[in-house]
């Protein structure tokens, strides 16, 4: 199982991105599915999560201005980005909770990518 993150880049505060994860390889399903940052200096924290039955949840500095979903056809998790700040600015990594083909869950990380939000 692999996973392949994009979107992430430089942008100006107050503007937006649409970061993208997806899944390849061979696995019966995808559980939960999240998003998590790491800045410089500091620990790697949660934005995002949501659930295989669509719920979601959020740390209090990003609610209201990103949203996360998911498409299952696509094995995909989306964050949409709006109104970032500068201290949005971090490696952003998804996070996907997988079924293999054994029936094990197992936890695979993308390699992460980098938003830049300049003031």
């Known amino acids: 199982v692999q996973l392949q993150a994009s979107g992430g880049g430089l942008v100006q505060a107050g503007g937006s991105l649409r970061l993208s994860c997806v899944a390849s390889g061979r696995f019966l399903r995808i559980n939960a599915m999240g998003w998590y940052r790491q800045a410089p200096g500091k620990e790697r924290e949660l934005v995002a999560g949501?659930?295989?039955?669509?719920?979601?949840n959020y740390a209090e500095s990003v609610k209201g201005r990103f949203t996360i979903s998911r498409d299952n056809a696509k094995n995909t998790v989306y964050l949409q980005m709006n109104s970032l700040k500068p201290e949005d600015t971090a490696v952003y990594y998804c996070?996907?909770?997988?079924?293999?083909?054994?029936?094990?869950?197992?936890?695979?990380w993308g390699k992460g990518t980098l938003v830049t939000v300049s003031s």
């Open positions: 949501i659930t295989s039955g669509g719920s979601t």
């Open positions: 996070q996907l909770s997988i079924v293999t083909t054994d029936e094990y869950v197992m936890d695979y």
